[in-house]
């Protein structure tokens, strides 16, 4: 079983910035990819981006590419974003996700990750 819980979210200007954390307990963090997703009202669920088990490899939706960075510590068995130049569009709520995976690989479809987060609102004001 994995618990997942983010913290980081807030209110920000556009233009600014923000770090979501995503915290895991679990023995063997290292075995999973972990990703963000986010949820606008009346909207799906989207991916953000997607870090592999290696933090070698990372992979980001077209609408944060530049601007987003994801992250992740083994030894921490915490994943970050690192959100810059934000835009008001992307307020949403940020969910932190983990997913058994090969070592290298990234996915970006909710049905690839077993264990989710509870969330963490993030809004940002014209």
């Known amino acids: 079983q994995v618990q997942l819980v983010e913290s980081g979210g807030g209110l920000v200007q556009a233009g600014g910035s923000l770090r979501l954390s995503c915290a895991a307990s679990?023995?063997?963090?290292?075995?999973?990819?972990m990703a963000w997703f986010r949820q606008a009202p009346g909207k799906e669920r989207e991916f953000v981006a997607v870090?592999?088990?290696?933090?070698?490899?990372?992979y980001y939706a077209d609408s944060v590419k530049g601007r987003f960075t994801i992250s992740r510590d083994n030894a921490l068995n915490t994943v970050y974003l690192q959100m810059n130049s934000l835009k008001p569009e992307d307020t949403a709520v940020y969910y932190c996700?983990?997913?058994?995976?090969?070592?290298?690989?990234?996915?970006?479809?909710?049905?690839?990750?077993?264990?989710w987060g509870q969330g963490t609102q993030v809004t940002v004001s014209s």
């Open positions: 996700a983990a997913g058994p995976a090969p070592y290298t690989a990234v996915r970006d479809t909710l049905a690839e990750y077993e264990y």
């Open positions: 679990v023995r063997t963090f290292s075995n999973y990819a």
């Open positions: 870090i592999s088990r290696s933090a070698g490899i990372t």
